[in-house]
């Protein structure tokens, strides 16, 4: 069994030894040619075969690769769209704020509180307190029943009608609970009350059909309430009603405070 092996040894060798030599002299070049036609198609194929399953293993780790990128940039940009909303809020803020103690801090001194406004009755609750807010002040800041608030202008958004150690609640001056103290701007400084109209526009009734009122006239605090200094910005006539008595006539006045985007208010301190 040996002898045999060592026979098969050196038959393979030898005849392995006659082809390379055959082929270092050329004799196996028309042989070569030969497999080379026969075989050529077929490697061919088999190299645009793997070139295929390889081209598909590289698009699908790319589209892996891709979809796992994509998922980290819509996270992203959610992130980013969450930190934007953040900065645009806190922009606004300040904004206000700004706006506020331009305000605040001009002409004469005003002691005040900045409350953040933290709900709105819109919805829910009793029709005569429908618009009311709630802000973030109470009796621990200095707030009690009767104050005035404002707007970022300095407008009057309406007044403090419940306290409570760290919240108070604000009546908005449209309301019809609430009712003010004023006088107009004009020649006669037309002393009434106002109080809110459905709670889209201010009236003030009872003024003599001698005073000479007019569509344009300023509204403001008359100082007469112990609480709310003088001078503070109500409205603007917007309507006269003198009514068919000789006796009475009421105007109509359209708000100065933007009673719809309220977040920030100031309450003046007595």
């Not at 409350?115 to 029709?127: K, Q």
């Not at 006269?240 to 006796?247: F, L, P, Q």
Request: hydrophobic share 45%; aromatic share 6%; glycine share 8%.
């Amino acid at each position: 069994m040996k002898k045999f092996n060592l026979r098969l040894i050196v038959f393979f060798l030898a005849t392995v030894g006659l082809l390379i030599f055959f082929h270092t002299v050329g004799w196996l070049a028309p042989v070569e040619r030969m497999f080379y036609f026969v075989l050529n198609p077929a490697g061919a194929r088999l190299q645009s075969w793997s070139s295929q399953i390889a081209q598909k293993y590289s698009n699908s780790v790319q589209q892996g690769d891709l979809a796992a990128k994509a998922g980290d940039l819509e996270q992203k940009v959610e992130r980013l769209t969450v930190e934007n909303a953040a900065l645009k809020k806190l922009q606004d803020e300040n904004s206000v704020l700004r706006q506020h103690l331009k305000f605040l801090e001009s002409g004469t001194p005003k002691k005040y509180v900045l409350a953040n406004v933290v709900s709105r009755e819109i919805l829910n609750g009793p029709e005569e307190s429908l618009g009311d807010l709630v802000i973030d002040k109470g009796r621990g800041d200095g707030v009690m029943n009767g104050l005035a608030v404002l707007d970022e202008a300095g407008a009057v958004a309406g007044k403090i009608t419940g306290v409570e150690e760290k919240i108070s609640r604000v009546t908005l001056v449209t309301n019809s609970g609430c009712k003010m103290a004023a006088t107009l701007q004009n020649v006669n400084r037309t002393i009434g009350v106002t109080s809110g109209n459905l709670g889209l526009t201010i009236n003030m009734d009872y003024i003599p059909q001698v005073e000479n009122v007019s569509v344009g006239d300023l509204a403001v605090t008359s100082g007469l309430e112990t609480n709310i200094p003088r001078g503070l910005l109500i409205g603007q006539v917007a309507k006269v009603d003198r009514g068919s008595n000789d006796i009475w006539q009421s105007v109509n006045i359209q708000p100065a405070a933007n009673l719809d985007n309220l977040t920030i208010v100031s309450v003046i301190i007595k």
